[in-house]
Each structure stands twice: as C-alpha cells, then as structure tokens.
C-alpha cells in the first residue's frame, strides 16, 4: 500500500511544526514549502482549516485516506466523544506503541519492525502494523531480534519514553498497554475537534 516517502521536512513546513521529528528544517525555513512560501497568505477558510488537521493526524499516524476514514468511522460508533476516541485508537495501534515504547525512532520505522516479524503481542508473532492494542496487551521484542542494531540503537539513544498509560520492562524488552489513554496525556498537537467537524458535513 502505498505511503509518503516524499522529504519529511516539506511537511513539517506545510504546517509549521516538526510533525515527524524534522525541527531542523524549521529552525533554517520557518515558512511554507515551495515557490510562494514566503508570500503573504490569503485567509483561510474554515474548510481549509478542518482538512489540513485531519491531513496533520494523517501524516503523524501514518495513515492513507481510506484507513484514516474507516478509523473515524469506528470512532464514531463508540460510546464517548468521538474526536477522544479516535486519537485513543491511533494511540493503540500497534505500530504507534512499539514507537511509544520506544523500540523503534519513528513510526515508519515501528511499521517496518512489525510487519518483518520482530514483535509479539501476549507471545504471538503480529505484523499488521494498524492492529489495535487492548488493555492489559503485552507488546515484546521476538527472542531473535532483541540484539538488532536499529532496536538496541533506538532505545539506547532516546532511552524509553514515560508514558502514564504504558510500561516498559528493559530487561526483558517487554511493554504493556496498562490502559487507554486520556487525551490529556497524548502529546500530539492536534485539535481533533476540527477534524470531528470536518466528517460531520
């Protein structure tokens, strides 16, 4: 399926903000990508606004369109506010938790660790990348692939992240979904209100 492979600071251009961990391109460039970059903006319409949100999720998660749609889909059907729960099932999604955890240093590199078999959940081989975590979920590093290189080097060079909703065993190179996540504690900058609005029309 295909996914963008396209320069990752071009986007965090679009939007202003390091969206996949490009700061660097901000810091030189801080104003949009292409020929008209530096120009003054015309006024953005509400529209425009709701769909460069859904966009930014889209790009953060790694979705394509069709994913992205059916996973709001599901959201809404489920009790709660429908913007939260959608953010808490890209949050379970196995892919994002072995990036949350800390085993991979993005979330394309997490979606290549599982879908090579490197990752068990509760002792099983997954590698659907978009399979969704429950609570009490055990996500582990395959006995084989605990002493690969880009899995040794992510979580020594950015150490396990502290997240309230996961816990990380180093010793056994063993995570766990305690519980869903409250938007509170998910990090990402999206207003998930916009993107709610933008399906509702």
Request: proline letters at 4%; charged letters at 30%.
């Amino acid at each position: 399926m295909a996914r963008y492979t396209g320069p990752r600071a071009r986007i965090s251009r679009k939007f202003g903000e390091p969206i996949l961990g490009d700061n660097k391109a901000l810091q030189k460039k801080n104003y949009a990508p292409g020929m008209h970059g530096k120009t003054k903006k015309r006024k953005v319409s509400e529209y425009a606004t709701q769909l460069a949100e859904k966009q930014k999720a889209k790009y953060i998660y790694g979705l394509l369109e069709r994913q992205f749609a059916k996973l709001f889909d599901k959201a809404s059907r489920k009790k709660g506010v429908t913007g939260e729960v959608l953010l808490q099932l890209l949050e379970a999604r196995l892919d994002n938790t072995v990036y949350r955890l800390g085993i991979a240093p993005s979330r394309r590199a997490a979606r290549q660790l599982v879908s090579h078999k490197h990752i068990m959940v509760n002792g099983e081989i997954v590698n659907v990348p978009s399979y969704t975590l429950k609570a009490g979920d055990v996500v582990s590093v395959r006995e084989r692939s605990k002493s690969l290189e880009s899995i040794t080097n992510s979580l020594s060079i950015q150490g396990v992240k502290k997240y309230p909703w996961l816990e990380w065993d180093g010793g056994e190179f063993t995570g766990k979904l305690i519980h869903v996540p409250v938007r509170e504690d998910i990090p990402e900058n999206i207003n998930e209100q916009l993107i709610v609005e933008l399906y509702s029309k």
